[in-house]
């Protein structure tokens, strides 16, 4: 059959079908069986490719299957049911399948921290080895109690308004969530990055955390801190955990090629990262509307900031045996 | 020979679609223009924001906010492109040609902050020139690819003044291209179907005006037109 007579023959059809997948919601409006007419335009495709029809008629069926696929298979878009689907399934089952990193990360994290901040309670002047003076100073500014009391410091007044609140928000989202990336990204350069990432933020933390207390604001700052912390410090330190599981698939390959290896790490981690990024969004939120308010007594908060601490641990240390695969 | 970038996708039908992922350059283009409306957004919401105070600032501040992060999210959901994709005629499909949903959109727009690092998206666009279907980070973990979404396509009905007796034999692919300019010959202008008219006439033994219509004959005969 020449080309001419098979469109001739088809055209109709061709027709109908273009019409109903144009409006897929539309689509019981037409009197087509879809799959159907589907599996009768592959047929008319092969015979086209295989009869040599021009490229013309080729690439018009192309384009028509390629509608009708998209229109046959796609997939639903329901938002709020994947989410807590990946927050109550996803994610803890990842979070187990990568435990021992998990484990690791929280001890080189909190270990590099307890260092830091035992040196600085210890010999005080070790703060200025990690920042510079006039960073110091700024960070005395900040959580000196008297600089809330009095209302002509500038900045940081009684309460904070809650205009200033969302500008915060921002702030705190962009910043994390670099500082999470970097630890993840890291992993690429064998694991060192993350490493660097890790213990730079952890040195940093300690170093800080003591030299507040030195100054006797422990007060103001603590109870700014704790709540969001949970969320905050274990995103990054989960990240960190994710940085390495890249990191040791590309030191480590074991039967795999790298670059298959560094693929499978990125299927194991990337459930990690998302998790990491919702955590961060939380502690935003937390930080920039819930730590920030001085009309909180501080009785709340720390009940609050524990209860916080004692459920994150809980979730992402989920029972249950590694052996049971989330992975094909 | 293979010189264009066109990927197979086999269907459960056991047919193959063909899409043609787009390339660094149209896709750095589709992202200028999309930045630009990100630009006009925020600084219309600034302008407009800004006689609300010191509450105002913060709302500017959500908005940027949200735009950095959800700007292509919407898009890419609801409409399947973003307005400079879909002004530089390309699409967001996960890897088997289907509609992008919302997991796989808020993955790769999340992990645009991978493929911006270190500076500049020099990792993505270092990933986008090494993968064979033009991918960065956040394509590759959230499965998907940008492809270009073809205007459909008109089946173009060639018209020729006389029939002629041909008698040539030639090849498959000839064949083809023979159709193939008689189909695209209404898009193409006279003296540029004359250039091409005349590769052929080694073959066709006709020079001049004479060659587009001959040809036109040739292809009529191929596709059973009489």
Not at chain 1, 114 to 129: C, G, H, K, S, Y
Not at chain 1, 150 to 173: A, P
Not at chain 1, 273 to 293: C, D, T, Y
Not at chain 2, 124 to 147: A, E, F, P
Request: glycine share 6%; aromatic share 12%.
């Amino acid at each position: 059959m020449k080309q001419h007579d098979f469109i001739q023959m088809r055209q109709k059809s061709w027709d109908v079908f273009a019409e109903a997948v144009k409006e897929p919601h539309k689509l019981h409006e037409y009197d087509i069986d879809l799959p159907h007419a589907f599996r009768q335009l592959t047929h008319d495709l092969a015979v086209a490719k295989s009869r040599l029809y021009s490229p013309a008629l080729i690439s018009r069926l192309n384009d028509l299957l390629l509608q009708g696929q998209q229109c046959l298979y796609k997939p639903g878009n329901r938002i709020w049911a994947p989410f807590w689907q990946f927050v109550k399934y996803d994610f803890p089952a990842h979070l187990l399948l990568i435990r021992p990193y998990v484990i690791w990360a929280h001890i080189l994290f909190y270990g590099f921290a307890l260092i830091t901040f035992t040196a600085t309670m210890i010999e005080p002047d070790f703060v200025r080895n990690v920042m510079p003076n006039a960073q110091v100073t700024q960070l005395e500014q900040m959580y000196d109690p008297a600089s809330r009391i009095d209302e002509n410091t500038g900045n940081f007044r009684n309460e904070r308004d809650s205009d200033s609140d969302f500008l915060m928000f921002g702030f705190y989202i962009k910043n994390n969530i670099s500082i999470a990336f970097q630890c993840f990204v890291g992993g690429f350069l064998l694991g060192f990055g993350t490493l660097y990432y890790l213990l730079f933020n952890a040195i940093f933390f300690g170093a800080v955390s003591a030299h507040i207390v030195n100054v006797g604001f422990s007060s103001t700052f603590f109870s700014f801190v704790i709540t969001h912390g949970s969320f905050e410090l274990t995103a990054i330190v989960l990240s960190a955990a994710a940085g390495g599981v890249v990191g040791m698939h590309v030191i480590r390959p074991g039967a795999l090629s790298r670059a298959a290896a560094l693929k499978r790490a990125g299927k194991i981690t990337f459930p990690i990262i998302f998790g990491a990024f919702l955590m961060l969004v939380v502690a935003a939120f937390i930080e920039a509307f819930w730590s920030s308010s001085t009309t909180l007594p501080n009785a709340v908060k720390y009940t609050v900031g524990a209860i916080c601490w004692v459920w994150i641990l809980i979730y992402i240390f989920p029972r249950g045996s590694r052996d049971t695969k989330v992975l094909p | 020979m293979k010189i264009d970038n066109q990927i197979n996708l086999e269907t459960a039908e056991g047919i193959d679609i063909q899409l043609t992922p787009a390339g660094i350059g149209v896709r750095t283009l589709a992202f200028v223009y999309d930045l630009l409306i990100r630009v006009v957004i925020v600084a219309a919401a600034a302008i407009a924001l800004s006689f609300a105070g010191k509450m105002g600032i913060g709302l500017i501040l959500i908005v940027v906010f949200l735009v950095e992060w959800f700007y292509p999210v919407v898009f890419e959901i609801t409409k399947g492109q973003t307005p400079g994709k879909k002004s530089f005629g390309l699409t967001v499909v996960y890897d088997n040609g289907l509609p992008v949903n919302l997991a796989g959109s808020l993955i790769r727009n999340l992990f645009r902050a991978a493929d911006f690092l270190p500076a500049f998206y020099l990792l993505g666009g270092v990933c986008m020139l090494l993968s064979s279907h033009n991918k960065r980070v956040g394509d590759y973990i959230g499965g998907t690819m940008v492809v270009y979404k073809e205007a459909p396509i008109r089946m173009s009905y060639f018209s020729f003044d006389k029939q002629q007796k041909v008698d040539i034999k030639l090849d498959e692919e000839t064949q083809k291209s023979v159709i193939a300019f008689a189909e695209r010959s209404k898009t193409l202008s006279p003296q540029r179907q004359q250039e091409l008219a005349d590769i052929m006439s080694p073959i066709t033994q006709v020079t001049g005006p004479e060659a587009i219509s001959h040809l036109k004959s040739i292809a009529a005969n191929l596709v059973g037109k009489t």
